[in-house]
């Protein structure tokens, strides 16, 4: 997956049982990881996740059929050669989906490369300009959890969409993303400083401008998340809402943990919705399930 800020790559394997049939039934959470409450809480899901990796972008060149494998490990480095080895050498199947489109040429001279777009998705309603990176996540989430679900991605940009339990986009909304918030003030005043988050509780009133920056964008995010998971829930009640995306877990624990300081508000997250997930590889999942012929 091509993201507006890195790479995010992912080996997934089709699950096969004895009989040589596709199966859920091993499958757990579709991530390889079993344990834990969370992880015990996910459907099953006919692919396995073996690994995943995050890599940044690289400088625009064109590429030709016979450079591309050696110009593209050039640049994303070492931790990616074997893998790129093994994408030239065994030709697996190789999708791609990007919302970069002067990155995803790089990608496209592979050999079995498929690039992903609206028309692989089988969901309904949708608009000609939805991201396939918002259509792919909801596609992975209605298809593992056979219910409405409401995605909410904390990227660069903070996204919410929305299906119904038919598949049909119901729709959603975009609005800078958590990082992006926190640089946008700096860069965009004269005395604002860069700051970022810190780990644990966040006074909500600061006497530092740092502090102040800090408390305002984060508990703005976390009230407008809550608006729109209510909003949500008081339309579809057996709804799942999955968090994923870079600070999606950072959402998904304020609102299930004592980080964001109050009790109050944990105990209005934990009665909005019982399934409230944090699936950092639901995208992942949706260009599984959209890949055609399927994933071996």
């Known amino acids: ?10 080996w997934i394997k089709r699950n096969i049982d004895d009989d040589g049939d596709d199966s859920g039934n091993n499958s757990g959470n579709g991530d390889g990881n079993d344990g834990g409450k969370e ?12 690994r995943t990796w995050d890599t940044q972008h690289f400088k625009a060149q064109e590429t030709t059929p016979e450079t591309a494998p050696e110009t593209t490990q050039q640049r994303v480095g070492s931790e990616l050669e074997k893998i790129l080895d093994f994408l030239a050498t065994n030709q697996p199947a190789f999708v791609i989906a990007s919302v970069v489109p ?3 040429s790089h990608w496209q001279s592979y050999p079995n490369a498929k690039t ?11 608009y000609p300009t939805l991201g396939i990176d918002r259509a792919l996540a909801v596609l992975g989430a209605w298809c593992q959890w056979q219910r409405p679900v409401l995605v909410i ?3 660069t940009a903070l996204t919410f969409t929305g299906v119904n339990r038919n598949g049909q986009l119901i729709g959603g909304a ?5 990082g992006l918030q926190l640089r946008s003030l700096h860069q965009h005043t004269a005395a604002l400083p860069h700051t970022w988050l810190q780990e644990g509780q966040i006074p909500r009133w600061s006497n530092t401008t740092p502090g102040a920056i800090r408390s305002g964008i ?14 949500w829930y008081t339309q579809f009640p057996d709804s799942a809402i999955v968090f994923t995306g870079g600070d999606g877990a950072l959402f998904h624990r304020a609102l299930q943990s ?12 934990e009665l909005i919705n019982p399934i409230l997930v944090y699936d950092p590889h639901v995208i992942f999942k949706g260009m599984a399930i959209a890949s055609k012929p399927p994933l071996e």
Not at 174 to 178: E, K, N, S
């Open 102 to 104: 002067s990155q995803t």
């Open 1 to 10: 997956m091509i993201g507006n800020s890195r790479l995010h790559w992912a």
């Open 153 to 155: 991605d904390g990227g």
């Open 39 to 50: 992880g015990d809480r996910l459907p099953k899901f006919p692919f396995t996740i073996q």
């Open 258 to 269: 004592k980080l964001t300081g109050s009790a109050e508000q944990v105990e209005q997250a």
């Open 218 to 231: 984060w508990y703005t995010l976390l009230a407008g998340i809550r608006g729109f998971i209510q909003d």
């Open 174 to 178: 975009i609005l800078p993303g958590l």
């Open 116 to 126: 992903l777009t609206l028309d692989d998705i089988t969901l309904t309603h949708l």
